[in-house]
């Protein structure tokens, strides 16, 4: 399991930037490692999803180029409130996943967009909600409840086989 | 648990934090590097199986479609697609190398030739990570061609790997002038991935669609000459100091495999090596 959580991780961080191009939809990209660190904030608590977000996060930062650091507090942010509310969420059905990983990336974008104000980014506010954010979170929504249904549908293959 | 989440959190964030700080005052390297010995040889890794898994792909696809169109012929059809493609990609690549080759022989200046083992496409950063790294003597803000014309700069060096800034990226800033009218001014990249070119308006009025952009080389930072792009619509303020012009980029930043670093130092007129404005 913690091969499996360690291969997610790390994985995630280093296809999004490898394969991720691949994967591009009229030159939007889906943040991979944004629906791994909710996936298994969802499924391991808080502590582990700020863990995930973190070190997801980080590498992805590595990855791009970009300030080491922002990524890595954004989604160790995200990973910690999905991992607190996870109980109190109901995530099984598509069209709760949808908007959620919809607004979760949002969120994600505003606060990686506060965080880099902070530090003279220069790009305007409207054209990168317009041109990136937006698209980005419609096809994290779409990309993660395919995700969820893959998982669900292989985790009830394996019971009926054991 | 709660606490310990907390603390953990609270952690988190000072670490990132610290991070960024330290950044801004300049003092980079030691974490990135040590990310570096980490992630570049996955992303060596990953860039091959990626490349491999899109040609088995493509080659099914193909398959496919000949066995539909006539099932008798199917395994005869299906070696010789996969053997066309083969060849087609062969020549296609040996095609780039040659151009490659050729400029790299041609340049005035100490160039090193590179791949691309990642790129990074989301809006935020725009950037291609090149195979060639601080071992090989590159430095930060090295100048980053193509064939085709200007990419970029390395924005950060690691011990096998650069990160390079394209033009599109919206960071990127590069002074340029229009070989026609010789208007200086201003390339700039934006969130959309594309650029675009800031000028005085009183001394652009001359700007056409289709006019060729060129590096100025002031600063000394890239070469004079390299082609960056032509005009695609040009958006007239009215008595704004300030206008711009849409660009096409010279270079298909989304298709480049293999790039040219200049290492060496020098202010040499390079525009004659591109005689086609590199479109």
Redesign the interface.
Known sequence: MRTFVAVAV?GG???H??????L?IA?V?P?IPLIVVVLLALRR???FG??AG?VAG??QD?????????Q??TK??IG?TI??LGGRLRVSQPLVQVPGLVLLTVAEGLA?FA??KL?R????FG??M????LP?ALYNGFLGAALVLALTWAESVRERTS | MKIRAIVLLGTVAGVCLLLLTLQMRGHTAIASDALAIVTTPVQSALSRVNRAAVGVWSTYRDWKNVRAENRRLRDEAQQLRIDALRVTETIEENARLRRLLALKEAMPLATLSGEIIAREWGGWVRSLTVNRGRSDQVTRLTAVIAPDGLIGRVVDVRPGASIVQVLTDPASTVGAHVVRTRTQGIVEGEPRGTMRFKYMARDGSGIQVGDLLVSTGSGGLFPRGLPIGRVRAIDDRGSALFHYAQLTPAVDFARIDEVLLIVGEGSQDVAGLFPGGGI
């Open positions: 790390f961080g280093i296809v930037a490898t394969v991720g191009p691949a591009r030159d990209a943040d608590g808080p502590e700020c863990g973190f980080l590498l590595a990855a791009s180029g970009g300030l080491l650091g922002v890595a507090l160790a942010l910690f991992g607190s990686r965080l880099l530090f980014f220069p790009a305007p054209e990168l317009t041109y990136v954010v980005q």
